[in-house]
């Protein structure tokens, strides 16, 4: 939206915005609107009251300036009814805004009770999103890169981090919520608006925190939901095990490392295949199966020598043999010859 489109939502759509405006992405959640009527309430009191206040004091230092021709006044020291208003009516307005933040503040702590609220796991990991799904419809986990959720319904979102706290933001659903190591911290929304949308992580977690951005996606129905899922979910579904491996690799390892021999935050995977490694402690060892199983799983375990300990550990889920095959089969197709 271009910025004079944006100041005309502004003026003629105050308080709400539906489309998002020059202030606002669109009020796709149903938090939004009151988020974003809190909002205007409290910008607009402090507006009003701003010009009021500084416009009548610049008045009067003209209107009573020094001049010639004019005596100084006697002005009054003390008037009751007029501080009980300056006293008490900013108090109201006050409670007001108190009213309205806790009101929604309460709406996005307290998920409903009286239908079913599907739960998504989250988890921010330098520097990725990844959101499983699991139970109806589905036969197994499944893990996605963006986050894929049905308009008008209920979801938590279960959020963790393996490494260093991320916090994941969607502004067109006005939520945040950090993922914090070592405990769970849960979030809940619904989404009333289809179409993709941003997800960013809005704490700072090292060299590629800005990558850490993906879209949710609003889908209509269950079906479309349940299919995105399923396609993008599922790298083991992919037969060819170079694929399955590139697959991996895109979803996965791109932040940190390359197939075309360049470092990174850590080693490229060219040529590494059958290579003996050299360690930070002085030891070595062949790249082989066991071993690659190994830097994936346990990675502080060798430190390959010149890099950071920063690869976090992933886990693959039950089926991580499935995800081992694929990067063997990638890492021997970069076997120097
Ligand atoms: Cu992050």
Redesign the pocket.
């Known amino acids: 939206m271009t910025f004079s489109a944006g100041m005309l939502n502004l003026l003629g759509g105050l308080p709400l915005a539906r489309e998002g405006s020059f202030w606002f992405p669109p009020e796709a959640s149903s938090f939004a609107p009151g988020v974003d009527l809190t909002f205007h309430f409290i910008l607009w009191t402090c507006v009003v009251f701003f010009v009021g206040i500084c416009g009548t004091t610049g008045y009067f230092v003209w209107k009573y300036r020094k001049r010639p021709g004019h005596k100084e006044q006697k002005t009054s020291t003390h008037n009751l009814i007029l501080e009980a208003t300056w006293s008490f009516a900013p108090l109201m307005l006050l409670m007001v805004m108190f009213g309205m933040s806790t009101y929604w503040y309460y709406q996005m702590i307290t998920p409903p009770k009286d239908e079913q609220v599907y739960d998504i796991t989250v988890r ?1 990991q ?2 990725r999103w990844a959101f499983k799904y699991s139970g109806d419809p589905f036969d197994k986990l499944y893990q996605t890169p963006k986050l894929h959720v049905i308009k008008g319904q209920a979801y938590r979102l279960i959020m963790d981090s393996p490494d260093v706290i ?2 994941m933001y969607l502004p067109a659903f006005r939520v945040k919520q950090d993922c914090v190591p070592g405990r769970y911290n849960k979030l809940w929304f619904r989404p009333t608006m289809a179409g993709e949308f941003d997800l960013f ?1 809005t ?1 700072y ?1 090292g060299n590629d ?1 800005s990558l ?1 951005i993906t879209k949710v996606v609003v889908h209509e129905d269950a079906n479309s939901w349940r299919d995105a899922i399923i396609e993008t979910g599922d790298v083991t579904r992919i037969e060819d095990l170079l694929a399955r491996g590139q697959a991996i690799f895109e979803q996965n390892c791109t932040s940190c490392h390359t197939l075309d021999g360049s470092a990174k935050v850590g080693p490229s995977f060219k040529g590494i295949w059958g290579k003996t490694e050299q360690f930070e402690d002085g030891s070595s060892h062949v790249v082989d199966e066991e071993y690659v199983r190994e830097s994936i799983t346990t990675p502080a375990k060798h430190i390959v020598k010149g890099y950071p300990n920063s690869m976090t550990p992933f886990d693959f889920g039950p089926e991580r043999e499935k995800y081992y095959d694929g990067i063997f089969a990638l890492l021997k197709s970069l076997k120097d010859k």
């Open positions: 921010g330098k520097w991320h916090s992580c704490e977690c925190h850490m």
